[in-house]
């Protein structure tokens, strides 16, 4: 079956840093998304990505779409201590269909 | 966007006992989908609930260890039977919502721990 490998597993940055965190595929997705969980909480989608080759802003969030459609990465700007947290990548082949989750970077941010 | 209520939203069972967990949606939703996620691990698919029609189960698991029902557009429920401790995750639905049909959003889990 498919397999989306994330990376890093986890990561310990200073406050105002920038962090990069992908994922790649084994197979092509036509969707990826992002999504950010919370101890306790459920996942929230962040972005969502649907051309190769998309680059799409929210706010400090930044994402990409890979040309070979195998690939995808989120970059935070300037990070806060709120963006601490889980982040997800997910991929998903057509619209309707299973979505297949990486598995999480932990993400630590020092004050 | 959608706004997904789960209740409950933790519980602790015991062996060989059931749980039916609800999943209520604001509006109406063609397609519903139940995840697992099992301690410090990722999202794992169980099923896909569309309304009026059987829902289709990804592989290892079975609908007699996790019956669904989606009676309506607006609800679903999951059902963990004859629980053992290795049942103990985090049960999520999520809802594929307009405007983008491609989007998947989260309710906010429910949290079971079975002794």
């Known amino acids: 079956g498919q397999q989306l490998n994330q990376s890093p597993q986890s990561m310990f940055i200073q406050e105002g840093e920038d962090v990069s965190m992908n994922c790649t595929s084994s197979s092509i997705f036509n969707t990826w998304l992002w999504y950010k969980q919370d101890p306790g909480e459920g996942p929230v989608l962040l972005i969502a990505l649907y051309k190769a080759g998309e680059l799409t802003s929210n706010g400090r969030l930044t994402a990409q779409f890979g040309i070979t459609r195998k690939d995808s990465f989120l970059n935070i700007s300037a990070s806060i201590p709120s963006d601490v947290g889980i982040y997800f990548c997910a991929g998903e082949e057509t619209s309707g269909s299973r979505l297949t989750f990486g598995e999480g970077t932990q993400l630590t941010v020092n004050p | 966007s959608a706004v997904i209520s789960q209740k409950p939203s933790r519980d602790i069972c015991q062996r060989g006992t059931s749980l039916t967990i609800q999943c209520q949606v604001d509006?109406?939703?063609?397609?519903m989908f139940w995840y697992r996620q099992q301690p410090g691990q990722s999202l794992t698919l169980i099923a896909t609930?569309?309304?009026?029609?059987?829902?289709?189960?990804e592989s290892g698991f079975v609908i007699d260890k996790f019956p669904i029902s989606r009676p309506n557009l607006t609800f679903s429920t999951l059902t963990v039977s004859n629980m053992s401790p290795e049942d103990s995750s985090i049960y999520l639905c999520s809802v594929e919502a307009p405007p983008s049909n491609n989007e998947q959003f989260f309710g906010p889990g429910t949290r079971l721990t079975v002794l």
């Open positions: 609930a569309n309304q009026g029609s059987e829902a289709t189960y």
């Open positions: 509006s109406q939703v063609t397609m």
